[in-house]
């Protein structure tokens, strides 16, 4: 049993500070961003390629971060925006669109929108913001998300926009994942908005991913690394042939072994306070999806069972809704809408972490609102702001 004194060391989404063996890398992305005033021409787009666990990841924040940094020592009083979006989970260019217009409306539902709409929303909000923006979308992999409308929108925006609004403030986006997965991801973009070369990473040599457990393990434990447990999960890594991601992965389960998981400290995604949501709903989502994915129907369905058996009334639909938007945004969770159902889509639910890695909080309880001229609230009606679809609509919503 190891101390594990600084817990969000080992969250999936932790940075650190220096990008051991790839600093060369991280320092060509940024030549070829050149923040924070590039010479040439927008729109300005690096592509970082490798095989996984080789720090393709790692090099894209870092020069995301740095040139955020840039951006703040050039004029004190700018407030730059950095956009991170994992893509391997979502649908399509439909999918990415939605993705990125929920980090300005947090509760936006793509659903039944075109992928062009979804686009004019999100280069109009960027424009509205008038910051500098650093976009990362990263994990592009073979059969993943078309790129290319997005990259094309942020290129030509002028189409997107208002009648007598052009441009936009700086935007810089950062592409990361497989040369495979990045060359299907960005189709017939070339020579009009230039890809490649990408920034090639080679996979990490041995003693560079033993560099780089000892150094997660002691900023963790804050205090030397045994040298039996660097050895045993470099080796592990090494015979999966996954790299530092899977090297991570093994560090975490070595120094969490035996404890709840529930304890690993993911403040820098939901605040030290966890996520507000009941317990009932967290059992749900564990029984409906097997830790993989579910209809939402079939999480609604768990939830008013479990709900039952205590002699409760199952979950409004609108307060079930808010709660996964909470788990979303704390990237434990990721809506997909898919072909299908009496609507002509289906809403499923993919987990993006394991459940029992989970910070969360009891939900408080609904606030009854004033009664106003319409009377008192419908018995089982969500009285809290509505921060999407109504009730009625979220009926359909959760049942696909």
């Known amino acids: 049993m190891f101390a594990v004194a600084n817990s969000e060391v080992l969250a999936e989404d932790w940075l650190p500070p220096t990008a051991l063996a790839r600093e060369r890398e991280v320092q060509e992305v940024l030549r070829r961003l050149d923040p924070p005033r590039p010479r040439a021409p927008p729109p300005w787009i690096v592509a970082v390629a490798g095989p996984s666990g080789s720090g393709t990841s790692t090099v894209a924040r870092r020069a995301a971060r740095e040139t955020i940094d840039r951006l703040r020592r050039l004029d004190g009083g700018v407030r730059p925006r950095s956009i991170f979006v994992r893509t391997s989970f979502l649908r399509g260019a439909h999918g990415v669109a939605t993705a990125l217009l929920q980090r300005f409306d947090e509760g936006f539902d793509g659903r039944g929108f075109p992928t062009s709409e979804i686009l004019a929303g999100v280069l109009r909000r960027l424009r509205r913001d008038g910051r500098p923006t650093v976009i990362v979308l990263d994990d592009i992999a073979v059969g993943g998300p078309d790129l290319a409308p997005l990259l094309r929108g942020l290129g030509a925006p002028d189409r997107f926009l208002p009648e007598g609004e052009v441009g936009l403030p700086p935007v810089w986006t950062i592409l990361a994942g497989s040369p495979e997965g990045l060359g299907s991801a960005t189709p017939g973009l070339e020579p009009g908005i230039p890809i490649r070369p990408f920034v090639a990473l080679a996979p990490y040599g041995g003693e560079t991913l033993r560099a780089i457990v000892r150094d997660r393990v002691e900023r963790s434990c804050a205090r030397p690394a045994p040298d039996a447990l660097v050895d045993r999960v470099v080796a592990r890594a090494v015979a999966d042939g996954l790299g530092a991601r899977r090297a991570i992965d093994l560090v975490r389960r070595e120094l969490l072994a035996g404890r709840d998981l529930s304890q690993l400290d993911r403040r820098s995604l939901v605040g030290p306070e966890g996520v507000a949501i009941d317990p009932r709903v967290v059992r749900a989502i564990g029984a409906a999806t097997h830790g993989a994915a579910a209809e939402l129907a079939e999480v609604r369905r768990c939830e008013a069972e479990f709900a039952a058996r205590r002699g409760q009334r199952p979950l409004p639909s609108t307060t079930l809704w808010r709660r996964l938007v909470r788990l979303e945004r704390a990237g434990y969770v990721r809506r997909e ?31 009854p609102p004033r009664f106003g001229v319409s009377g008192p609230p419908r018995a089982g009606t969500a009285t809290a702001p509505v921060e999407g679809p109504t009730e009625s609509g979220m009926d359909a919503f959760l049942e696909g």
């Open 337 to 367: 809408i898919r072909t299908g159902g009496s609507g002509g889509t289906r809403s499923v639910l993919r987990l993006l972490a394991p459940i029992d890695e989970w910070v969360t909080a009891p939900a408080p309880p609904e606030t």
